[in-house]
């Protein structure tokens, strides 16, 4: 089973940096300038980048626009973004400026339009990211936390025209606990919308474990793995992630 490896840009005040849990006072600062990593990951094998506006998920608007509009500057392949999206306007205004795919998150559970509106309008180009704490859905940079589980807002949402969901256990977000392999597999074996799994990768054999899963499922996919951390500490080479995501020697 081939996953795709979406290496983590996560951004704060312009800079590159990892949070733990999601709380903005434990950010660990990675590189001051972001587009050194974009190219890292780039040249490196990956075929896509994941970026958040850290910020931006906070204020309920876009805060980095400048370092992504460098990173965007910078890449040679498509990159995903979320982060502070709430409207219409906001994501035709990305994807005019070269975003491939917009993620939105708090806005699929306080404006479940939005998101039928913009997979309408953008067809392929629109992700819905379901952050969940204890099985229950996170919002506004998961500062609040609904009585809304993750399952059911991904079974209301899936038919909206999604490209795909990003379910993320918020729990092990930045803390290398290992990724949720039995949420996500349960999530995507009830969705025909296609599941990227992120939040506490540590290393190969959680790839190696994602990916078996992956393959066992007979209705529903695992489509990739976001990863952060576990790249940025050097306790997973990009090219070994490759390799265990694909079953083929440097990913290729």
Not at 165 to 179: C, K, S, Y
Not at 240 to 245: E, I, N, V, Y
Request: aromatic share 4%; hydrophobic share 50%.
């Amino acid at each position: 089973m081939t996953l795709t490896l979406y290496p983590a840009i996560d951004l704060k005040d312009g800079a590159c940096v990892r949070l733990k849990r999601g709380a903005m006072a434990e950010a660990t600062l990675y590189a001051a300038d972001p587009v050194a990593p974009a190219r890292a990951f780039q040249d490196a094998g990956c075929r896509w980048l994941h970026v958040v506006d850290l910020n931006g998920a906070f204020a309920g608007r876009a805060v980095n626009a400048a370092a992504v509009a460098a990173i965007l500057a910078a890449s040679r392949v498509p990159v995903q973004l979320g982060g502070g999206i709430r409207d219409l306007a906001a994501i035709e205004r990305w994807l005019s400026l070269g975003i491939a795919r917009v993620i939105l998150g708090s806005a699929a559970v306080k404006n479940p339009g939005l998101v039928r509106d913009a997979a309408r309008a953008f067809p392929g180009r629109i992700a819905v990211g379901i952050d969940a704490r204890d099985g229950l859905v996170a919002t506004e940079g998961w500062a609040e936390t609904s009585e809304l589980r993750a399952e059911e807002l991904a079974l209301r949402i899936q038919d909206a025209g999604v490209a795909a969901i990003i379910f993320t256990d918020i729990g092990r977000d930045g803390m290398l606990a290992g990724v949720n392999v039995d949420a996500t597999l349960a999530l995507a074996a009830r969705l025909s919308v296609p599941v990227i799994a992120s939040g506490g990768v540590a290393g190969t054999d959680d790839l190696i474990a994602l990916a078996g899963a992956a393959g066992t499922l007979e209705h529903g996919r695992i489509e990739g793995v976001i990863v952060g951390r576990a790249l940025y500490d050097g306790r997973l080479d990009i090219g070994t992630a490759l390799a265990a995501l694909t079953g083929r020697p440097g990913g290729k």
